[in-house]
């Protein structure tokens, strides 16, 4: 099984800065991507941030040049740096990754079970 762990949430000013960190464990072959995802109230899951195993990143417009995504593949984890943080930056974010469990078996997606980033004007 794999477990994906997150923290670094919490209550922040606008313009302020939170960094987000999820750690993988578990019993894997590879993973793939991982990545960033969020849900604020009465809206759908959407894309923050992902970055491919080797090294290619890609962010939601809504945070281009504010939020940062980096990994570090020994210690399986993925980061997310979020600098001038606005209101509507507010959601429950998650970690996910794209696992490999067996060699040249299947990827299966994970998540972790969210953090709460709340900005306030």
């Known amino acids: 099984q794999v477990q994906l762990v997150e923290s670094g949430g919490g209550l922040v000013e606008a313009g302020g800065s939170l960094r987000l960190s999820c750690a993988a464990s578990?019993?894997?072959?590879?993973?793939?991507?991982m990545g960033w995802y969020r849900q604020a109230p009465g809206k759908q899951r959407e894309l923050v941030a992902v970055i491919t195993s080797g090294g290619s990143t890609n962010y939601a417009d809504s945070v281009k040049g504010r939020f940062t995504i980096s990994r570090d593949r020994a210690e399986k984890t993925v980061d997310l740096q979020m600098n001038s943080l606005k209101p509507e930056d507010t959601a429950v974010y998650y970690c996910?990754?794209?696992?490999?469990?067996?060699?040249?078996?299947?990827?299966?997606?994970?998540w972790g079970q969210g953090t709460q980033v709340t900005v306030s004007s």
């Open positions: 996910n990754a794209g696992v490999g469990i067996h060699y040249g078996g299947a990827r299966s997606d994970y």
């Open positions: 578990g019993s894997f072959f590879r993973i793939y991507a």
